[in-house]
């Protein structure tokens, strides 16, 4: 390659044969015979291009942020842009947990639960709240067929539990915070000192002190805030207009459903073993020849899926390309 | 070539036009004694051109089965290298075009002529007829005797950014040895590659240039290495354009 000179330089492509598949084309084209005939003498093996010369392929993340979002890391794979998005998604989920499982240890150590049950039972905690909001995210299907009250529904139940675990969470946190203030009017009481006591003091300390009761509330609401972002997140794409990702899922999810009916009518067209009169026979006749339909049917539809599924591909370089 | 056409029938008029006002003695007998000379130059020249024009039309009458038949083997390869770019890249089949040119002798000099170009089956009408040796990408890869891949949209428009100054002030040969009005009036597809082709001595040609919405991890892939030599190969076979050729495209 040339440094200076513009462009890709390379030796140049040699008159070293013809492949056969330009001499199929050659032919389909409607070549003539001496064409053809030339074509077929020059026709040379193609060796397979060692896997390290080809440019990479875009690889299925299978383990990432994108999956824990509840995306497809097949369709993923061929939409970069759509993988970030639901990376972020994925991130921003994953925040959401942690914090979770951190108020749950939290409240443990308050509680005066050893560190490794504090732990196990955070963890627990946080996947709980994960998977939780996983499954209210993954409810925001963006399909002609949702309706506008299934989605209101979702937000409205996220939002709630958003607020629900921000009350939760709060509590060992503030417990935590407040525990100097907590301690010394424990002390001053002579009561006990287990977890109820020390929830009954701080709900004192707050009640006299209005700063205390700002802060809690604060802290409220910046739990609540970070526990409802992925539905903010997943409410915003689902405002704007469907992404080639989710046509794609879309036309894979139909083509699915096509194909589990096709597969049902194929196994109820099944005839039990074995069949001896005339009129089985004609059945059976009749049987095979719907089942060969089927299998027609069903390459057909593969194939209509590869195709859709190429267009809308297409779609979004193309329309990343004028974005660009 | 227009302009050969036209200067041609305008001195073979002229010289017509002398002879028959010769004959009918017009303006008179006298104003013609002195310019014998001339009148032979004019029958000479109205005989020359009448012979030209009918050895012309024999020729390609004569050779207008090969032409034909040189224009069907090319659509065929070039079709053919078409399609395998469509399947081998995935991209939209009516955005990829592939083009032949080959080196040959105009009035101006040598000159890489277009032998034609593919383009979902529609002619193709923006690519130059001629192009000045090392001029484009084509003329480039011919002059330098090397597979050249550009970015060919990118390219034009960061240069045309850059401005007319800019452009000027590169060396011709990182300008593809365009001027600023050539640059501007180019045909723009994403990514396009030239390999030069050369003949059994080892001689460069002609050219083949494959465009398309291609990028650059494509135009310079094993596959389109392998597409550019069975194109390469076939041209190779089919040998360069027959008589008559470049008349029967320039009429």
Redo the contacts between chains.
Sequence with gaps: M?G????????????????P??AE??A?????PA?LN??RD?TIE?TP?PSA???PRPRAHRWDLARLAGADPDVLAALPSARFRYQTLGGILLISAGLTTVAAVLAGAQAGITPVVSWLGGLLFGGLVLFTERLLVQAYPRRARTTAFRRSLAVKLNVAQAFFWAMVVSTPINLAIFAPQIDQRIAGQGAHTGLLARLDALVMISNENPSVRLASAALQVLLASIMVLPTVVVAIQWRARPTSYDLVLEVKERYAMRRAEMKEIRQVTTVPEPVTTEEAAAVRTELAEVTKRLTTLEARMTEENAEVL?SVI?LESRRNRKAG | MTTTRLARSTIAALAGAIVTLAQLNLPSKPFWDGLSALLYISVVTVALFVVYEAVLSCDQALQVRRIREYETTMAHALSAAVRLVVEEFGVAWDQVAVYHYQSRWTWRGKRLGRVTAVRAGAPVTEAPLRLRLGQGVPGSAFMTQELIAEEWRDFAQQAVIAGRAAWDARPSDQRYGLNWGELNNSERPEGQVSNPQFDNAGKPVGCTVVSGPLKPADLTSQQMRRILSDLATTMKQTGPAPRGWWTYCDR
């Design positions: 040339t200076d000179l513009p462009g890709l330089r390379a030796a140049p492509a040699a008159a070293d044969g013809i492949s598949r330009f084309l050659l389909a084209y409607g070549a003539s064409e030339t074509a020059l193609i291009v010369a080809l440019p190429a297409d």
